[in-house]
């Protein structure tokens, strides 16, 4: 299941047991991806619909704490993101600790690198 919004497509391929790809070009924005409950995370996500047919362009989420030369962690209730990559594979970091640690969706970049990749993300301050 393709969608943009995590309260109808999402949830609903999730109640029917799909994987499900998160497009970021709809309703939904990666701080609601952040604070998503259980029943409204997605399998992948892509900033568009190019997610589909290349797999530079789509993510798995969540990723591990560190993945694709990412570090993510909770400090004082907020994320912290810091290391160097791509976009994508921070959001995947982010996710993992953000779900696991009910943190969120407040980022802070932890390097010059963090701060790029969090604008990319529409996360910048």
Request: charged letters at 20%; aromatic letters at 4%.
């Amino acid at each position: 299941m393709v969608g943009d919004r995590l309260d109808t497509d999402i949830e609903g391929a999730r109640r029917a047991g799909l994987d499900s790809l998160l497009v970021l070009t709809g309703v939904s924005d990666v701080p609601e991806l952040l604070a998503a409950p259980a029943a409204r995370r997605p399998t992948y996500v892509s900033v568009d619909l190019a997610g589909l047919f290349d797999p530079a362009a789509v993510v798995r989420v969540p990723g591990n704490a560190d993945t694709g030369g990412w570090s993510a962690r909770a400090v004082d209730g907020d994320l912290e993101l810091t290391g160097a990559g791509g976009p994508l594979d921070a959001l995947a970091a982010l996710c993992a600790v953000a779900w696991e640690a009910d943190v969120g969706p407040r980022v802070r970049p932890g390097s010059p690198e963090a701060g790029v990749a969090l604008a990319a993300l529409g996360l910048a301050d």
